[in-house]
């Protein structure tokens, strides 16, 4: 019987100690930094992809160049 109730009372702690964080995914504030953290994230995507479009363009002009230098020969 003991056990029991002292599941029950785990259980009805554990529920009452993460009932704030569920409260707070409706909330504004965490809204807005949900919000402010996807709009870094995307930046970050972006710029990673920039670097890696940066990095293949010199590549490709290089071989046009090699391809260009081997067809007037």
């Keep these: 019987m003991s056990n029991s109730m002292g599941i029950a ?4 702690l554990s529920s009452l ?3 704030p964080l569920a ?9 807005a930094r949900n919000a402010e953290l996807a709009a870094v994230h995307q930046e970050a ?3 990673v992809a920039n670097q890696s479009d940066a990095v293949k ?10 391809i260009d230098t081997n067809a007037d020969s």
Excluded: D, G, N
């Design 45 to 47: 995507r972006e710029a």
């Design 23 to 31: 409260m707070a995914e409706e909330s504004q504030a965490f809204v």
């Design 9 to 12: 009372s785990v259980f009805v």
């Design 57 to 66: 363009a010199p590549e490709q002009t290089v071989s046009k160049v090699s």
């Design 17 to 19: 100690l993460l009932s």
